[in-house]
């Protein structure tokens, strides 16, 4: 597939290639799960997806088993507990209740978390109706993505067969996982009933679902699961493959990205819907390059492998060329489940989302007197996230290069999307997801024209305003923070350099519209620059508390909170620690970091 790619870059006119990285996988070999009951009676979960006449997908030979991505080996036999989200305060909350420790840990997926369309509600299941098949299960990577992205034995430097190898331990899980679909955590969930804590007293938010159990702490006294995982640890080659069209401006480049791997053999949506989308785009670019058109900025177009695992394509090729991307990387736009419904969102740091709501307007939308803009205003409300991690801007961010991640997909009365499941197939998709695939012709029609209008634009056509207005929100929400505890923190240093950022701001912005109004092309030219570079002020070496890759201070995944966002993550992460030291610490070195930005932008 690296090779196809390739080629179909080569037959638009893109200069392409393939990367080759030498990295550490694991596949699974073996599972096996059981649950015994008091009595001495069994279950035994299916820990397969069922094969539906219906849909071929699910029954060729080589698809992929049910497994977690970098789960270790191992086996245990004990009483369980169930600990809803799984997250720190789920267990601090089971701590209190005196419960804890874990040498096992099976994961499934609720349908409390699929909107009004359940068969509870009336709606049949996939592929009779647009319900959650009870048999889908969701596989994924088990790796701290939050602590290092990328390949765990190579931290800070690509992969090659001849690179020196860390010990991946310290940021590898040590017990095994095994993933399954919730008619076999019923069974599960059902033995504890009775047991330890029910859940609406434990009164946490989506620690109960949808199912017809009472999601009990436990554990039942006598009753046990037995779990046993073998998987094959493997250093293995990946491909990333890289397009390139040379633009006018050496000094400046746009990177597009979608990942090209998948955990099933389908994968309709995630990512293939992105993937036809990046091929679409260069047929587009490509038609241009045969007129004689040539863009002002380098476009580089990536399809990154092994993104499931843990982003590790994109990783390791950002690890490889960071000096020529911190030279030059304008934006990063991303799109990795391109469509997986009708409804259209976008993720961005803040100086791409004027550029990104204004493409939005000129994009109809589903063949229909709307634009894009319409749908997106309808779906959030005019809300653009902040990027924390789950896809391949990750690497660019902490680089201090802005990036965008959009896609479409479903609201809560919408068919269930079978995430990282066999059920992710063409069959799904043209019945189910998108049946016209209109929203994959509208999300290619966007993201080509944004791209379109970075490359071109003479001026750069991004609001470094913004940020000091969205650095004010995170300031604020800081604040929130601090004042909800009895302690004190002193952030003074970093309201100064916020109001230091704000007037770099606009400076800039006198300087850009002397730039344009004069038609100075050297102007121009320094004002574009500064554009490009600011974000790199961001970036801190030696990064986050015990993160060292995760280096920009605004905003990262949270440590506990898997992809979502915390903004001034150092200070907001060791204050709600209780590591006050550590907190003014990164008060100080945030506050630095802005300031640098802020002296990058100034005229």
Not at 142 to 164: A, E, H, K, M, N
Not at 215 to 227: D, H, R, W
Not at 387 to 392: C, F, I, K, M, Y
Not at 469 to 488: F, K
Request: aromatic share 10%; net charge negative.
């Amino acid at each position: 597939m690296a090779e196809w790619t390739a080629d179909r870059l080569r037959e638009n006119g893109w200069n392409a290639s393939v990367v080759s990285y030498n990295v550490y996988l694991n596949y699974p070999v073996n599972k096996s799960l059981s649950l015994t009951y008091s009595n001495g009676s069994t279950f035994q979960p299916l820990l397969a997806e069922a094969v539906l006449d219906a849909d071929e997908t699910t029954s060729y030979p080589n698809r992929v088993p049910t497994f977690h991505g970098y789960s270790a080996s191992g086996s245990a036999e004990a009483e369980f507990v169930y600990v809803g989200r799984g997250q720190r305060d789920d267990f601090d909350r089971l701590k209190e209740l005196g419960e804890y420790g874990m040498i096992g840990a099976i994961l499934f997926t609720d349908t409390g978390d699929d909107g009004n369309i359940t068969e509870a509600n009336g709606y049949a299941a996939y592929p009779d109706g647009p319900a959650r098949n009870p048999t889908a299960v969701q596989r994924g990577s088990v790796q701290y993505l939050s602590i290092y992205p990328g390949d765990p034995t190579t931290p800070g430097y690509p992969s090659r067969v001849d690179s020196p190898r860390a010990d991946r331990q310290a940021v590898m899980p040590r017990i095994p996982s095994i993933p399954v679909s919730y008619v076999d955590a019923i069974p599960i969930l059902a033995a504890l009933d009775g047991h330890g804590i029910d859940g609406e007293t434990v009164n946490r938010t989506r620690w109960v679902g949808a199912l017809n159990v009472s999601y009990s702490t436990g554990p039942a006294p006598g009753t046990t699961i037995s779990m046993s995982n073998l998987m094959e640890d493997t250093y293995t080659d990946i491909w990333d493959t890289i397009g390139i069209i040379n633009g006018t401006n050496p000094d400046e480049t746009v990177v597009i990205g979608n990942h090209r791997d998948a955990w099933i053999v389908g994968g309709a949506a995630d990512p293939n819907s992105g993937t036809a989308i990046i091929v679409e785009l260069s047929r587009a670019f490509g038609k241009l390059l045969a007129q004689g058109w040539r863009p002002r900025r380098n476009i580089v177009l990536c399809s990154w492998d092994a993104e499931e695992y843990g982003l590790v394509g994109s990783t390791e090729w950002v690890e490889e060329y960071v000096p020529w991307l911190t030279d030059t990387a304008v934006s990063y736009l991303n799109i990795d489940v391109g469509a997986s419904g009708a409804w259209p969102y976008i993720d961005a740091t803040p100086e791409l989302h004027e550029i990104s709501t204004n493409v939005m307007k000129k994009v109809p939308w589903m063949d229909t007197n709307r634009t894009m803009y319409d749908a997106w205003f309808e779906y959030t409300g005019g809300s653009i996230g902040v990027l924390g991690s789950g896809s391949d801007y990750t690497s660019f961010v902490h680089k201090g290069i802005g990036a965008i991640d959009m896609g479409a997909g479903g609201d809560s009365g919408d068919p269930v999307y079978h995430y990282h499941s066999n059920y992710d197939s063409y069959h799904w998709m043209s019945n189910f997801g998108d049946p016209e695939f209109l929203a994959h012709k509208y999300m290619a029609k966007y993201l080509t024209l944004l791209a379109y209008d970075l490359a071109t634009a003479e001026s750069l056509p991004l609001n470094v305003s913004n940020w000091a207005t969205q650095m004010e929100i995170y300031y604020s929400d800081l604040e929130e923070t601090i004042n909800s505890t009895s302690d004190t923190l002193d952030i003074s240093p970093l309201r100064s350099a916020l109001d230091e950022f704000a007037s770099g701001t606009r400076e800039i912005s006198a300087l850009e519209q002397q730039a344009v109004a004069s038609q100075d092309a050297g102007l121009i030219a320094l004002v574009n620059h500064k554009k490009r570079d600011f974000q790199r002020g961001f970036v801190s070496q030696g990064g986050l508390p015990n993160r060292e890759f995760y280096q920009n201070l605004i905003f990262a995944p949270g440590l506990d909170t898997g992809y979502a966002p915390t903004t001034f993550p150092g200070i907001t992460e060791s204050f709600l620690a209780g590591n006050l030291s550590v907190a003014a610490e990164y008060v100080k070195r945030t506050a630095d970091a802005i300031l640098v930005a802020a002296d990058i932008i100034k005229n």
